[in-house]
């Protein structure tokens, strides 16, 4: 299946890596967040990805955000993908906004236990489940490790906001809920409930994260529910949650989904997107005639082209890597060997104090990255480097004299099985040598020019010598 489980590249430093959500820091200071397709059930995340979930999720978003922005800033800069979204970088308020029109979920759930009174908000007796509340109530809830409710006196008096700010919120977060609600009605969706996250961005309130999304949101079908209100099914992941509730052993849900659970969560995902938005999702369409061309096909090829066009990403990476910093003189040199050809560069240290620390931090994002790479290795790392990536590792040893030279070859070459790492002694060849390991077709194209001018120039140099 066509699935974004996974984002690494070794050119964005990692920010936060959630359940669903990568966020990582652009050139710009500014945050691009990679919605992928893996799903969280039960505080935990699934090993089964669904196809086009994060690209539901992020169209769904920015069309949210776009229709409320006259309510409330938003925190977008610009979809740059069907997969990503670049967005300023504000301070969250770490408070998530609840807002309730039914009685259901969890609060049903309490309310059948006795509980009248939820985050401040007390309801009457004699509610049945499903019920509409009279006018929509905010329940808010700290972000922490495990979300608990709390009443608006409580989050001033513990210090998460202000009142005045809490106020802005809420008011803002009632608004939201209006809006929504009344557009998804006019498409025969109910909007049941929702959450809302805020920031501050030079003082100012701003909406961040996402809004009406089947992950953030409970959507109810108008049709559905008026045939019979306590037996409405919701339209988003809750399908998945009752088939894990169905399928618990022993106490535990299952880790993984079946082909045929994880196609119809898809199929229900991309249902939601089109009801909303009134179109259905332009990358889910793998079937066209022009689909092997667009990347429709291949989430992380379309990824990787699109972060390239917008300025965010090089498409390939070469990672020098020495074991002590008094290596660096060798490796800026090898670096100045790629100046020109549009590469990512970057110098790393993996000392023998931290080396299967440092090592496995960036065997991680080196095997997972997505785009190209290759490693150049300085004094005695290539051979680890090599059994520990799936990339392309080229040894260029420094030295200073021949029997350092001839030392480090023999140990470069009795290297053990499994470990492929090969060797130039020069720099300029180490780098052309990874040029060519990275076999991207601008660059083929680059070296090609260069090998038919070196050609022209050795064949104009025998015709003048010949001629004497």
């Known amino acids: 299946m066509n699935t974004l489980t996974h984002f690494a590249t070794p050119q964005l430093p990692l920010l936060h890596r959630g359940k669903v959500r990568d966020s990582l820091r652009a050139p710009s200071g500014d945050r691009l967040i990679i919605v992928t397709d893996r799903l969280s059930a039960f505080d935990s995340v699934l090993e089964t990805a669904i196809p086009h979930k994060g690209a539901v999720l992020n169209g769904l978003a920015n069309f949210w955000f776009e229709k409320t922005a006259h309510i409330i800033p938003n925190h977008v800069i610009k979809l740059v993908d069907a997969n990503a979204m670049l967005v300023k970088e504000a301070a969250p308020i770490k408070v998530e906004m609840v807002v309730r029109q039914y009685l259901t979920g969890s609060m049903w759930r309490g309310y059948q236990a006795g509980q009248r009174t939820f985050s401040g908000v007390t309801v009457p007796d004699g509610m049945t489940k499903h019920q509409p509340f009279p006018q929509a109530i905010v329940t808010p809830t700290t972000k922490e490790e495990s979300d608990r409710e709390i009443t608006p006196d409580n989050l001033v008096s513990e210090g998460w906001v202000t009142k005045e700010l809490y106020d802005q919120m809420a008011v803002k977060a009632q608004m939201l809920f209006a809006v929504g609600s009344q557009l998804l009605a006019e498409k025969g969706i109910i909007l049941v409930d929702t959450k809302y996250e805020f920031g501050l961005l030079n003082g100012k309130l701003i909406l961040i994260d996402e809004m009406h999304t089947p992950d953030s949101s409970r959507f109810w079908a108008a049709a559905d529910y008026a045939k019979n209100p306590e037996t409405a099914e919701q339209m988003d992941k809750e399908y998945v949650r009752q088939w894990l509730i169905a399928n618990k052993k022993d106490g535990q849900y299952p880790r993984a989904l079946t082909p045929e659970v994880a196609q119809e969560a898809s199929r229900r995902y991309l249902d939601i997107y089109q009801r909303i938005t009134g179109e259905a999702l332009p990358t889910a369409d793998t079937h066209g005639p022009d689909a092997p061309h667009t990347g429709r096909q291949d989430a992380r090829a379309r990824m990787l082209a699109n972060l390239v066009q917008a300025g965010l990403m090089k498409d390939a990476w070469v990672n020098i890597v020495m074991d002590s910093p008094a290596g660096k003189e060798h490796c800026e040199q090898l670096r100045r060997q790629f100046d020109g050809y549009d590469v990512f560069t970057q110098l790393r240290v993996a000392s023998a104090l931290n080396f299967g620390e440092a090592l496995a931090g960036m065997a991680e994002i080196w095997n997972n990255s997505l785009e190209p790479g290759v490693v150049l290795a300085v004094a005695g790392l290539g051979g680890a480097l090599a059994a520990a990536v799936n990339v392309p590792v080229i040894s260029c040893p420094p030295y200073h004299d021949y029997a350092e030279l001839a030392l480090s070859l023999s140990s470069l070459a009795l290297v053990p099985s499994g470990t492929p790492s090969l060797t130039a002694v020069r720099p300029d060849n180490a780098a052309q ?36």
Do not use: G, I, S, V
């Not at 083929?444 to 010949?466: S, V």
């Open 433 to 468: 040598a990874a040029l060519r390991a990275l076999n991207l077709p601008r660059l083929r194209e680059r070296l090609t020019q260069e090998l038919n001018a070196t050609k022209a120039r050795l064949k104009a140099a025998d015709e003048e010598l010949r001629a004497l």
